[in-house]
Structure formats: C-alpha cells, structure tokens
T-cell receptor
C-alpha cells in the first residue's frame, strides 16, 4: 500500500518557472523524504525533512512540512529542462521503519 | 564509490518461466531492500534485509517470489513461475547505519521485467 499521495499527477511548465508538488500522507511520520527519478533510471534522494522541522532548503529546492495537515510540498525554483523527471515523496513511521512511497508527480519542463 | 549494481537491466520471458534478479549494494551498507515499481506508480516494498536477516517480507508474494541474502552482502530475487502481472521494474536499494539518521536510500537502476 502507498502512504503518500502526490498532487498533481503531472505538471508541465516552461524553463525558468517554479514547480510546486504536494504530498499528503495518512499516518504519523518520523521524517519525510523527496526522491527524483529520471525515465528508466533509479530513484535519487533529494532532501529529507524531519517531523519537527517546518521548512528546509537545498539549492533550488524548498520543502515544507505541515504535520497537522499531514502534508508536504516541494518547490523547485527557476526550473530547467534537466529537472524533467518524476518526483516521489516517501515517509517512514516512528522509529526506523521502511520507507513508503507515493505515486509520484511527473514534471515536464519545456525549454 | 560504486553505487548499487543490479543485473540484468532488462529481461523478457514467457509466462510460467523462472527469472532471477541480482543486486550488489554499496559496500558497507547492511540494509538492503527490494522494491517493485509498476508503470506510473511509486516503488512498493517487497522485502527488507538487515544483514542476512529478512526483517520485513510481509509484502512478498511467497507463493512465487523468493529472495536470499546469504552472506549479508549481495542478494537475489527470484520469481517462479512468472505471471503476466509480474511485468514491472524491480528496484534494489541499500542504506547504511551511518546514514540511518538521514534515512536516505541509495537505489540501483532497476531490472525491467517483461512477461509475455
């Protein structure tokens, strides 16, 4: 079963625009992670935010977490064609347990 | 540092045939995962190993799927017999206790299975 649900399922933007993807989850978490997957490749870890954090930045990425709403957002600023990929949120429960992934958002950035 | 290595990258078989996938995790990573990813979906856990012990195999369809990690290093996932619905990408990932606080998983490129 998949814990997280990303929204939108697909997003198409122009280079230079910002891309925002959202993730909702169902149960209490220890932390939430975002991964990226290029077509035909494995997943690559982007960023992790802990349940006691509200916002985190890494380069052009900004992640927010609202545990009261059980939701997170990933913002990619000044997007590039190379950002075209699928983006997945993943959560784990309290303690050290296995990550559960959402269904992903497919991002297309056009030059 | 070498990443997670999986083979084969692609496999086409006829239904009812057996198939096996191999994974070599990053050196020193004692946690190994096998995930199943259907087209347009996120990865779903099949099995998690801590060293050679399978600590979470609740989602592994044990009637036809089996996995092993005999020496706590590389791992093999087997399907016998394969069914049409097994067509998917099988992803292997690993993690290390030293990054347990970050929880980051390192994924291989995946093995894409097509069952005809």
């Amino acid at each position: 079963s998949q814990q997280g649900e990303e929204d939108p399922q697909a997003l198409s933007i122009q280079e230079g625009e910002n891309a925002t993807m959202n993730c909702s989850y169902k149960t209490s978490i220890n932390n939430l992670q975002w991964y990226r997957q290029n077509s035909g490749r494995g997943l690559v870890h982007l960023i992790l935010i802990r349940s006691n954090e509200r916002e985190k930045h890494s380069g052009r990425l900004r992640v927010t977490l609202d545990t009261s709403k059980k939701s997170s957002s990933l913002l990619i600023t000044a997007s590039r064609a190379a950002d075209t990929a699928s983006y997945f949120c993943a959560t784990d429960g309290t303690g050290y347990s296995t990550l559960t992934f959402g269904k992903g958002t497919m991002l297309l950035v056009s030059p | 540092e070498a990443g997670v290595v999986q083979s084969p990258r692609y496999k086409i078989i006829e239904k009812k045939q057996p198939v096996a996938f191999w994974c070599n995790p990053i050196s020193g990573h004692n946690t190994l995962y096998w995930y199943l990813q259907n087209l347009g979906q996120g990865p779903e856990l099949l099995i998690r190993y801590e060293n050679e012990e399978a600590v979470d195999d609740s989602q592994l369809p044990k009637d036809r799927f089996s996995a092993e990690r005999l020496k706590g290093v590389d791992s093999t996932l087997k399907i016998q017999p394969a069914e049409l619905g097994d067509s998917a990408v099988y992803l292997c990932a690993s993690s290390s206790p030293s990054v347990r606080n970050t929880g980051e998983l390192f994924f291989g490129e995946g093995s894409r299975l097509t069952v005809l």
